[in-house]
């Protein structure tokens, strides 16, 4: 099969690699529908993060299951799938209580990278979603964007504490942030204010559900936040970037006692106990424990309810891979899919 | 009037000073009927925190009414009431949300010093509240703990989310972790780890409602935690000492997914984004929203339900106020009320 694998800061190559095999019983093989690239993809291909080998990348997905160990119950050869990042049992404590990533068997999914025409996914019981039936071509983009973007968004909002009554920040403009946006309006927050100044992304964020949009960033963001809530602040903020200054926005946006749901990847963050303690917020977030959502997802997007798929304004055959690349860390297009 | 000025670390006074007047209309004056030393006065008594001036001290209070300002419609000259450290109007959006501690008019109540014979305090008709009627002195020890410490150990317990099916974790034996055990015994928790080694405050713990004793710290003590709650550490953890060393504890206990609750004033803490991020921890504290809590905790004092008021094991003349301040220092005495 082919695969794509990351060899060193801005070489990434589609290349044949060895079949992925049934190493457990617990594990199924996929052959892959759609993938596409993060956000979090361009740390290691812009070199942020260090690369000390040449690795498999990629960990959205959707597929047809090909083949299932001996253990596997939950999902029979031919279903179409949706999984995320990490691979859980959902049967511990941990998954049970909706933390599927940080299950206690918890390990990557997808460590022979998404990005490729097969994949062995593991614990496929616990970790894969099937749906009713095979999807329409149309509905590939969603279901592809509940693999991760969705899901984490969603993890997001939630986190933030986004429902009826609230007004809700999203700090960051990429696919998880306009996502978090699409969240917050169908938990039935009250208003949604997205930092964006990017005029085709702010115009993604209204169609998702965007009440407001500021453009101005740090202090200034969060002064203008603040003319728009009375001088409080937001009750829920979703930072989905990662970085200090964009942590720092989304501190300062949250009304004391509201809710800040971080789930960009930290680079560079650090919170001192006096911040912590002083701004008496309500900090969760985390690498999104998205599995607890995929049910309610899959079954929104099968219902044409939400269209989160919009997010990808750009495909391409996944033997083109590096292109999609080079089009994401430009910002050419906000999420790039790959058709095997 | 009489009050208690810290004039340097170590050198606390009780001396000769004018009389508190009403500055706004909306102020109180009570004359004192018992008072008490925090864990937090000791920073300054220890130098830890710096002393510029000598300042007056002291931030527990119950007592009568003495006057009022002209606009003051809640409480009236005679009545007995309880306040806390901040004063809050209880009107605006962040006080009825439940912050009354970060109050959009918020400020000290207490910069006359409480631990004196008269106070000042700014906001009276948000930040007192009266008793039914003149409490038996029996009750006066437990609500002078409703002021500070079993407000906030009661915070730490519901930002931990203690309740029921829950095990919680409580790090910290000073009177407000006493009182966080006591708190997640009367939010129904299912099973109470107190994390102490001195043995009065163990039993302390046990009369509060804890189920279990840890006496092991740091690594050793979050192993053991792990061992009582099947691998998984505690769902709920509340950090009531607010050092590095504690917080890091407080943080190894607690389950991914769970609630970290953290009332100590931080000194040196340090969150990294990472340990922000992987820990898919519920994070939340800060100074207590006592004034949130005080008409609940007045009724279950009043009804005898709760005897917070046993953390007081040292009574003193307000007169004898250093006394006070070296039996807490050289840890003799849990907590010292001090009665003018």
Known sequence: MHGTVLHAPGDIRFEEREDPKILKPTDAILRITATCVCGSDLWPYRGVNQIKQPTPIGHEYVGVVEQVGADVRNVKPGQFVVGSFFASDNTCEICLAGYQSRCIQCELSCQGGAQSELIRIPLADGTLVATPEAPDAELIPSLLAASDVLGTGWFGAVAADAGPGKTVVVVGDGAVGLLAILASRELGAERIIAMSRH?????????????????????EGIARVKELTGGYGAHSVVEAVGTEASMAQAIGCTRPGGHLGFVGVPHGIEVSGGVLFNTELHWHGGPAPVRRFLPDLIDRIWRREINPGRVFDLTLPLAKVADAYRAMDERRAIKAMLVP
């Open 199 to 219: 005029e085709s992304r702010q115009a993604l964020a209204r169609e998702f559900g965007a009440t407001d949009i500021v453009v101005e960033r740090g202090d």
